[in-house]
Nanobody, 112 residues
Framework: QVQLVESGGGLVQPGGSLRLSCAAS????????VRWFRQAPGKGLEWVSA????????EYRGTVKGRFTISRDSAKNTVYLQMNGLKSEDTALYYC?????RGQGTQVTVSS
């Protein structure tokens, strides 16, 4: 079964950190351009970050650049999103996507 499973979300105070994981089964993530998206309550889906296959070049939306880091571990067939300096506006359901496969999401809530 081809699937992506996100994990690592939770409740964190402003300024805190979380590391999200996107674990794949049935496909080799290293062969894919992998993206992270998020959707806040009442808002549309928003692209957050991406990592290219092969050269692992990374991209970020402006509001997270310098705070978030995307990376991959090919041995674990997993892509990570390290999120530092979290803000209330980062609160959302975070999804990873590879090809046409999207996971079920993991909730990130930033609140004091």
């Amino acid at each position: 079964q081809v699937q992506l499973v996100e994990s690592g979300g939770g409740l964190v105070q402003p300024g805190g950190s979380l590391r999200l994981s996107c674990a794949a089964s049935g496909l080799t993530l290293g062969n894919y351009y992998v993206r992270w998206f998020r959707q806040a309550p009442g808002k549309g889906l928003e692209w957050v970050s991406a990592i290219y296959a092969g050269n692992n070049i990374t991209e970020y939306r402006g509001t997270v650049k310098g705070r978030f880091t995307i990376s991959r571990d090919s041995a674990k067939n997993t892509v990570y999103l390290q999120m530092n300096g979290l803000k209330s506006e980062d609160t959302a359901l975070y999804y990873c996507e590879a090809g046409r496969i999207r996971g079920q999401g993991t909730q990130v809530t930033v609140s004091s």
